[in-house]
Nanobody, 123 residues
Framework: QVQLVESGGGLVQAGGSLSLSCAASGRTFGSYSMGWFRRPPGKERELVASITPSGVNTYYADSVKGRFTISRDNAKNTVYLQRNSLQPADTAVYSC????????????????WGPGPQVTVSS
């Protein structure tokens, strides 16, 4: 059983920055792609960024390109999401998830999920 636990959510003003981290249990973290999803209020969950097992390749949704950066440290079993220039439209519950595929925007391609912290961006 794999557990993913995110940290770093909270309230931030528009234009600010916030970093999320996701720590994974188990010894196979470095074998999987990882993704960060978000679910804005009243909307469907969407993939915002993903990263290959080695960390060499990344994918970003158009809405976050140039503002968000995904990275990982396989020695620490942790994936990160640095978010800059945050806007109210970035308000959502952010979750990390594990996948065999890269990149995949389909929720069904991910087998383990973190519960997701709420991130609120005030205007």
């Amino acid at each position: 059983q794999v557990q993913l636990v995110e940290s770093g959510g909270g309230l931030v003003q528009a234009g600010g920055s916030l970093s999320l981290s996701c720590a994974a249990s188990g010894r196979t973290f470095g074998s999987y792609s990882m993704g960060w999803f978000r679910r804005p209020p009243g909307k469907e969950r969407e993939l915002v960024a993903s990263i290959t097992p080695s960390g060499v390749n990344t994918y970003y949704a158009d809405s976050v390109k140039g503002r968000f950066t995904i990275s990982r440290d396989n020695a620490k079993n942790t994936v990160y999401l640095q978010r800059n220039s945050l806007q109210p439209a970035d308000t959502a519950v952010y979750s990390c998830a594990r996948s065999f595929r890269f990149p995949s925007r389909r929720v069904s391609a991910y087998d383990y999920w973190g519960p997701g912290p709420q991130v609120t961006v005030s205007s």
